[in-house]
Structures are given as C-alpha cells and as structure tokens.
C-alpha cells in the first residue's frame, strides 16, 4: 500500500500569511494526487487534483506544486473562512490512501 | 445541483448487520463510478468500496474485504454499502462520494454526502 505521511499535524497562523502543507509519498504517484479541505462539522470538498488543478469553484488563492514524490498545499494569503483539516489522497493505485490531515487554526 | 444523501445508520451490536443507502441526484449516476469512505470518531479519512459504472467491478481494502458490500441500482440512482460481522473498529461516519477520474490510474472524489453515523458497540 501507497503512504501519504502529512505534515505538520497542526498548524496556527495569521490572516493573510502564507500557509504551506507537504504530503510525502512512499512511492512515485506521479501527478496522481489531491488535496481536500474540511471544514468543521462538514464533509470533505475536494481543493486540488492532478497535483496542481484547481477544481470547480476554489479560490485562487489555493494552489498545489509537486517535488518528486513530495507535494505541497499553498494558501497564498490565509482567510477565516480556510479553517479546517485538509488531507492529501494519491490516485495511483488501490488502495486508495489519504494522508493524517493538518488541521489548520488562526492564530 | 449534485446531491448524495445517506441514510441507514445507528447503533449496532458487535458481529451484527447494517445497510447503508445513497439516494443520488443532480447528475446521471449511471455514468459515475462511486465510493463509501469513512471516517472514525476524531480520525481521517479511509477508502472503504468503490463500484464501477455498471456495478460489475467492486474494490475494497483489506480493512472491510469479505465483511462489506458495495452495490448499485442505476434505474434508482441508489447506492449501498452492506456491513457483515460489525466491529467496534467500523465505528465511523460513512460518506457517499462520487468518483471522477481525470486521467489518473484510479479515482478523486468530487462530491460528498453529509454522511451517516455508525456505531458498533454491545
């Protein structure tokens, strides 16, 4: 099986301050990799697929890059509307596995 | 507008049976592969069944295999999730999720139902 290992597990910062999430791979995924966010009491929704596409509908401000088998979440300037745990999923092959979350604050 | 709205959970007895229902609509579900993934009190996310467009295909983890079943009925937009020999481990919400591709070797989830509490305790 594929391990997404996720970090950190926790992270506070300010509004408007630069927000980056890694997610390493065990294995070469390739680009076959998205990122969810969700929010309290609600269910995932999915932010970014292929590695670095936007899907429907999500802030620009998100964006996704990818180093070999490491990927990382950007928010680019962090709103309050951005908290939540976000999670990492590889699409290379089953099972289908999600990284730990990072939960993201406001400090 | 995509809905997915699960029903059919509560409280069952460890080594007991439950049937989860998915009633889909605001797309044409036949033409989507889909899912159940679930999540633990307090936990991530985890990959439990995935069905293909016709219902002939079915995934599963070790986790759930031989235990779970995954089905469809296309003429009722509906999917379902069987659970066989429930344990206190299954204990989870379980979200209905609708799959899309990509041109990735496996498959996203796009769209999320609200989800449904299970609980397997005596």
């Known amino acids: 099986d594929i391990q997404m290992t996720q970090s950190p597990a926790s992270l506070s910062a300010s509004l408007e301050e630069i927000v980056t999430i890694t997610c390493q791979a065990s294995q070469d995924i390739g680009n076959w990799l998205a990122w969810y966010q969700q929010k309290p009491g609600k269910s995932p929704q999915l932010l970014i697929y292929?590695?670095?596409s936007l899907a429907d509908g999500v802030p620009s401000r998100f964006s996704g890059s990818r180093s070999g088998t490491q990927y990382s979440l950007k928010i680019s300037r962090l709103q309050v509307e951005d908290i939540g745990i976000y999670y990492c999923q590889q699409a290379s092959s089953a099972p289908l596995t999600f990284g730990s979350g990072t939960k993201l604050e406001i400090k | 507008e995509v809905q997915l709205v699960e029903s059919g959970g509560g409280l069952v007895q460890p080594g007991r049976s439950l049937k989860l229902s998915c009633a889909a609509s605001g797309f044409t579900f036949s033409n989507y592969y889909m899912a159940w993934v679930r999540q633990a009190p307090k936990k991530g996310l985890e990959w439990v069944a995935t069905?293909?467009?016709?219902?002939?295909?079915?995934y599963y983890p070790d986790s759930v295999k031989g235990r779970f079943t995954i089905s469809r009925d296309n003429a009722k937009s509906s999917l379902y999730l069987q659970m066989n020999s429930l344990k206190s481990e299954d204990t989870a919400t379980y979200y209905c999720?609708?799959?899309?591709?990509?041109?990735?070797?496996?498959?996203?989830?796009?769209?999320w139902g609200q989800g449904v509490m299970v609980t397997v305790s005596s």
């Open positions: 069905i293909s467009t016709s219902g002939s295909r079915t």
């Open positions: 292929g590695a670095t």
């Open positions: 999720a609708r799959h899309v591709n990509y041109g990735s070797p496996w498959y996203y989830f796009d769209y």
